[in-house]
């Protein structure tokens, strides 16, 4: 185990629900605690809160177009790909050779939108986006219409109490 060394990740939310609290404190738990947790469009609950690894998440304004981070992770998950600062941290994360995990739970319904948002992430997104996390078969449907590998999207997003809640032998993704 010497010499191994540790992984800097970091996390940027929109919203921040308890869900998204829970798979960051899962992570820290798993792998030690984030560089940083970004905000944005916080819930009035979710603000000055510390996560249980001890991290203060903070706050973006929304459309802020850039944050000052302290370090430049080797991971970087988050979820708003319309954000701009958290674009921007993903760029370069990616240029560095880092993985970016794109969260998303879109849904395909065929609309103009998504058929223009398709164009968009296959010319723009796909180059600062390495994996995408979705809740399940439906996102992953999304995605793959959007461009981004099949190989590359992983469901798992949403997490939940096993003991409360526990899968059903004919449950599906």
């Avoid at 790909?81 to 319904?109: Q, Y």
Wanted: net charge positive.
């Amino acid at each position: 185990m010497g010499g191994e060394k540790a992984v800097k990740w970091a996390a940027a939310w929109t919203g921040f629900p308890h869900y998204a609290r829970a798979l960051v404190d899962a992570l820290a738990a798993l792998i030690g605690a984030p560089e940083f947790v970004l905000v944005a469009h916080a819930h009035h609950a979710t603000k000055n809160v510390p996560l249980r690894c001890g991290v203060l998440p903070t706050v973006v304004q929304p459309g802020q177009r850039a944050v000052a981070i302290d370090c430049v992770p080797d991971v970087f998950l988050f979820s708003g790909w319309s954000e701009s600062s958290f674009l921007k941290i993903a760029r370069t994360v990616h240029r560095v050779g880092g993985c970016t995990i794109c969260m998303g739970d879109n849904i395909p319904e065929g609309t103009v939108r998504q058929w223009i948002g398709r164009l968009a992430f296959r010319a723009w997104y796909s180059r600062c986006i390495s994996e995408v996390l979705v809740p399940g078969a439906k996102s992953k449907r999304f995605f793959g219409y959007l461009g981004q590998p099949s190989e590359r999207i992983h469901s798992g997003m949403y997490t939940v109490d096993d003991t409360i809640f526990r899968a059903h032998r004919d449950c599906r993704d």
